[in-house]
C-alpha cells in the first residue's frame, strides 16, 4: 500500500516540506537515500504524512490575549 511520502528539510536555509506523492515503504526509503547522495544540502526522509486536521493544535497560555 502506497503511504508513504518524502519529507524534506533544507539545511542552507531550514524550509521544509512534504510531498504529495505516495510511495511505497520500501520505495521511499530508496528514493529518500538516492536524494539524499544526489543533493546533501537538503535531508530528505520517508514517512508517513500526516493530515493537517490530525496535528495538536496549538494551545495559547492563559491570559496570553
Request: hydrophobic residues 35%; aromatic residues 4%.
Amino acid at each position: 500500500m502506497k503511504t508513504h511520502a518524502i519529507h524534506w528539510k533544507s539545511s542552507v536555509t531550514g524550509t521544509r516540506g512534504t510531498g504529495t506523492k505516495r510511495f511505497e515503504k520500501e520505495e521511499a526509503e530508496r528514493l529518500a537515500t538516492e536524494l539524499n547522495e544526489s543533493y546533501p544540502d537538503i535531508d530528505h526522509e520517508a514517512v508517513i504524512p500526516v493530515p493537517p486536521a490530525a496535528e495538536p493544535a496549538a494551545v495559547e497560555p492563559a491570559g496570553a490575549s
